[in-house]
């Protein structure tokens, strides 16, 4: 390694903007993100559409009007891409743990399929919310 | 002598519960997804009375909680991993850990609320 990369070639500090990541560390830091998301603002949110939802008749309603706007639309969107993204990553994870693809091509393949499952779960559960 | 003790209060158990915790909450969180889609499309709920229904059953109830309190587990584990990598004063990692708890807390007797009040 180090006559390949000389010294005055090697970067000097870490500039994410620089540095293409894999695949695997994409799903990853995705995973991280949605994560913490799902935490903030997503249980609070969760518990107040839950709380409307189960009230009363009329809080349902109101409930209802909200999800009507388009721009709740989009946000419910993403947090459904949010949540599938961190449950098929988390499930890629347990694969893992259990050493299951441990190899590199194989680990990059399933975090591709990680991304397109959840892309594509997300697309259709928008068509189902329209 | 006696060594120094250099264990840090907001660091990690240095074990592995938590990491076993954090799977054992996830499986338990994704069985109850399944569950809940299966409801969903048996039951097709569509207005109040529906739903409010379904969330009557028993045992839909104590499922949801349990869900739920894997949820805050699960969310407690995770959120301590982000904090512990990127929060370094100790002060402030503290605070913000017992903030979570706290919330995590709160939103657990919420939902109880939600569910049994």
Sequence with gaps: METQYPGRRRPKYLNLFKIREPLPAIVSILHRISGVLLFFPGIPLFLCGLQMMLESPESFARLQSILIHPLSRLFLLFATWFFLHHLFAGIRHLGLDMHYGLQLQHARLSSKLVLIFGAILTVLAGIWLW | ?117
């Design chain 2, 1 to 117: 002598m006696v060594k120094p003790v250099n264990r840090i209060i907001t660091g990690a158990h240095y074990g592995l519960r938590d990491w076993l915790v954090q799977r054992v909450t996830a499986v338990i969180m994704a069985v109850y997804t399944g569950l809940l889609i299966v409801l969903v499309v048996v039951y097709q709920p569509e207005g109040y009375e529906e739903f409010k229904s379904l969330f009557s059953i028993q045992w839909v109830k104590i499922a949801s909680l349990l869900c739920f309190a894997g949820l805050c587990w699960h969310a407690w584990v995770g959120v301590r991993n982000v904090l512990m990598d990127y929060v370094h004063p100790m002060f402030i990692r503290l605070t913000l850990q017992v903030m979570c708890i706290v919330a995590l807390l709160g939103y657990l007797i919420w939902f109880l609320d939600i569910l049994w009040g």
